[in-house]
């Protein structure tokens, strides 16, 4: 009997620990979060942050929106090397692997008309099904199609027809990917006067940057730095892109979201 009582609770203290395992597991990336976010607190680790220099990343996470979604970088000129606008290679596209907590980093692109696919008038576009970091379905307004967040491609499907990958997929706000007020500026403006010069000519080439710019442990980007150069050098910006919502209160931590009165 006392074998018996003894394997009972043994097995008990195992599916226990199995439990615990479980929990620590599902809730990894806020946990992994936390930690990080307590570290970064420490006044010995802030005084070796303040000892670096900024680089251009913690530059643009500290800008501060002030209404304007999209705006300008460097003069609104491109930092790409000779090197990195050579076209022998022809048209290619590479995105880089997912950080520790499986958030999208930069995507770099030559475009070129061969590698955009047919219009959705001849192909059907796939149903986006990737969950990406932080997303929530929150709606903005009684319709259907009025939600807070997209998920947004950084390498824009009408380059490459990419279309479920983790990879090129963030959490971004309608107002970032396409922000409807009058003469307001987003992602979308930028990528149809990319695909607009693309179409002009089978010869046309345009090297192409998205970095998604994320501040410490947060899942959801503050933004996207986008840079674009054609190989005639007639088209070109350098622009930071706000992941904003007028009239909203973002966690970016997290991905919820407030409605602001």
Not at 118 to 130: D, F, G, V
């Amino acid at each position: 009997m006392k074998n018996y009582k003894r394997g009972r609770f043994a097995r008990r203290i195992l599916l226990g620990i199995v439990i615990f395992i479980g929990i620590v597991y599902l809730n990894r990336v806020s946990i992994l979060q936390r930690i990080v976010a307590l570290g970064s607190q420490s006044q010995l680790l802030n005084i070796d942050k303040q000892s670096n220099s900024l680089t251009q990343n913690d530059e643009l996470v500290n800008l501060k929106y002030t209404g304007q979604t999209a705006v300008e970088i460097n003069h609104n000129q491109p930092t790409f090397s000779q090197n990195d606008l050579q076209i022998k290679e022809g048209g290619w596209q590479k995105l880089s692997s997912l950080d520790w907590l499986g958030r999208p980093q930069v995507a770099n692109a030559l475009l070129n008309l061969k590698l955009m696919p047919p219009s959705q008038k001849y192909q059907t576009r796939e149903r986006l099904t990737i969950k990406t970091p932080g997303y929530h379905a929150i709606k903005t307004g009684t319709n259907n199609t009025d939600w807070l967040y997209n998920r947004s491609h950084l390498i824009g499907y009408q380059f490459t027809g990419l279309n479920n990958e983790a990879k090129n997929l963030i959490t971004g706000t309608r107002q970032l990917n396409a922000d409807s007020r009058v003469n307001a500026k987003s992602m979308v403006t930028y990528e149809t006067e990319i695909a607009d010069y693309l179409h002009q000519s089978k010869n046309n080439y345009v090297r192409y940057q998205v970095t998604p710019i994320y501040k410490n442990v947060e899942l959801v980007p503050r933004g996207v730095h986008m840079m674009a150069e054609s190989n005639d050098k007639t088209l070109k910006f350098n622009v930071y892109v706000f992941n904003v919502q007028d009239g909203w209160t973002i966690n970016y931590l997290n991905g919820n979201a407030e409605r602001r009165e």
